[in-house]
């Protein structure tokens, strides 16, 4: 489109007439009147596609729904999804406390294995409290074993990975 072709023109017109009709200052301020096919209203980076690349059909929606109507009315917005809808629900969901307490009462059963699972930390982390621990001359033989299974899994994902093997999780 070359500057000062007579679309240009024309649309310049139909836009300062549109937005003097809506009482608005900026060009966007016009979305909300121009429906979709989808549904809702224009989105303003369509808007400005539209203004750059098909001039006149642009002109034929602002015409046909802000100027010759005679109170231009806005499009009420597309439906979205609700927040939150793509979180999972089946999961449970706890919280701290929750969990200190099934830690709490599986140290108290004796179960290891549960206690293994809910006390499952990467290896910086474990790493980090085992050398403080033999800094303050505490032995920790959960977190030692601890510290051994996190570092065989990294050396055997490692060793999978390399291998091109599926990791199936336990």
Not at 74 to 97: E, I, M, N, W, Y
Not at 111 to 128: G, S
Not at 141 to 149: D, H, K
Request: proline content about 4%; overall charge positive; some cysteine.
């Amino acid at each position: 489109m070359t500057h000062g072709s007579k679309t240009e023109v024309e649309l310049k017109s139909v836009l300062e007439k549109a937005l003097k009709k809506i009482n608005g200052n900026k060009e966007n301020e016009l979305c909300r009147y121009l429906p979709m096919e989808a549904g809702g209203y224009m989105h303003h980076f369509t808007f400005r596609k539209m203004k750059g690349e098909s001039p006149k059909e642009l002109i034929e929606l602002i015409n046909a729904h802000v100027l010759s109507v005679e109170k231009p009315k806005t499009v009420t917005p597309k439906p979205r999804a609700p927040r939150g809808s793509r979180k999972r629900r089946d999961q449970l969901h706890f919280t701290k406390h929750d969990i200190e307490r099934i830690l709490h009462m599986a140290r108290l059963a004796g179960d290891k294995e549960m206690v293994r699972k809910l006390t499952q930390k990467d290896l910086k982390q474990i790493r980090r409290e085992l050398i403080n621990s033999i800094k303050n001359s505490r032995i920790d033989p959960e977190l030692w074993n601890a510290y051994v299974e996190a570092v065989s899994n990294q050396n055997a994902t490692a060793e999978a990975i390399a291998s091109g093997q599926t990791l199936v999780a336990n």
